[in-house]
């Protein structure tokens, strides 16, 4: 059996848009165990509000550093992470940029790489997915960490992340490609976006853990 775990915010978590928690049928990590069928375990790591590796004053214990190595400690041995995180990181009280957010997606990837799972577990492979973008109207969302910047920054992202990929000998995906966030709140997604991402990892992942593709 092949192990993945999907390590993310509050998109990995299946946030509804329209209030609560898109049910495991609906939300992609469900959807994607489904797909993949028994041959797969695919284990659901995300939280809302987490980032990369910054600390918020507001949203405690949402450092993507910090958890990280407890999660692949918990849950070896593992095949496959993905990571999908650097949309918090785009909040105004933050103030980085993008390139500084792939740094950030990036030191998550080799401190997977290089974590110390023991004799007997084997180092799993790394998928890099640059989020969806933020929508337009956030700043009349109901979130009120974000300005229009962040708009912006969520488009420039996948450049910074799939260079990041490519020094680290990960594989990349842009899920921005396949899902979009919801026009209710600008930034989680509605359960057809949940469905077409479900979609891409499938494949992507059978790619990765079957064919051996783990540089693209």
């Known amino acids: 059996m092949k192990t993945i775990l999907c390590y993310g915010d509050s998109n990995t978590f299946g946030t509804n848009p329209h209030g609560g928690r898109w049910p495991e049928t609906i939300r992609w990590t469900g959807r994607l165990q489904h797909l993949l069928g028994t041959e797969y375990r695919v284990i659901e ?3 809302g509000g987490r980032t ?6 507001l949203e405690r214990d949402r450092n993507g550093r910090k958890f990280l190595p407890v999660a692949l400690a918990s849950h070896k041995p593992l095949d496959l992470v993905i990571l999908m995180l650097g949309t918090n990181d785009m909040k105004t009280r933050f103030q980085v940029s993008p390139r500084e957010i792939a740094e950030g997606v990036r030191q998550l990837a080799e401190l997977v790489q290089h974590y110390p799972y023991g004799p007997y577990f084997p180092v799993p492979q790394v998928l ?3 989020p969806v973008y933020i929508g337009a109207d956030i700043e009349n969302s109901p979130f009120p960490g974000f300005d229009h910047g962040a708009v912006a920054k969520s488009h420039d992202l996948a450049r910074w992340i799939a260079k990041a990929a490519g020094g680290q000998h990960c594989s990349f995906m842009d899920a921005a490609v396949f899902a979009r966030p919801s026009g209710t709140d600008n930034l989680h997604m509605e ?3 949940h469905e077409a991402l479900a979609d891409a990892f499938a494949a992507r992942v059978r790619e ?3 064919n051996g593709n783990d540089t693209h």
């Open 45 to 47: 790591e995300g939280c």
């Open 52 to 57: 990369t590796v910054w600390s918020d004053d």
């Open 128 to 130: 890099l997915v640059s």
């Open 191 to 193: 359960a057809d976006s």
């Open 208 to 210: 990765i853990l079957e």
